[in-house]
């Protein structure tokens, strides 16, 4: 029997940095979006630089964007997701409340 395959897909590059930044690991982080510890290292030497001169931008509501929290079933698993969206697009309005 060989190794299980992961078959994660890496997130948002602002979640990692937000890991990284709270002391994270790239072995905790592989373990936790289920992808192989080389490429996430890979990722996170590749970013490094970059994040040291100007962070990435968080996933964060503002005048521009709307984010939402949506569940996703894959894997056999729920898990929380959340989705960047222009506040100009249709979904947006619907989404928010109206006095």
């Known amino acids: 029997m060989g190794k299980p395959r992961l078959t994660g897909t890496l997130p948002h590059e602002s979640v990692i940095y937000r890991e990284v930044q709270r002391g994270a690991r790239a ?3 592989s373990g936790m979006f289920n992808v ?3 490429v996430m290292q890979g ?3 590749c970013r490094r630089n970059r994040w040291a ?3 990435p931008r968080l996933l964060e509501s503002d005048d521009r964007k709307v984010v939402i929290e949506v569940e996703d079933y ?3 698993a729920y898990r929380r997701v959340r989705i960047s969206l222009p506040r100009n697009s249709l979904y947006a309005p619907a989404n928010e409340v109206r006095p």
């Open 43 to 45: 990722f996170i030497d």
């Open 36 to 38: 192989p510890v080389k």
């Open 74 to 76: 894959r894997d056999h």
């Open 27 to 29: 072995s905790e982080l």
């Open 53 to 55: 001169e100007s962070p």
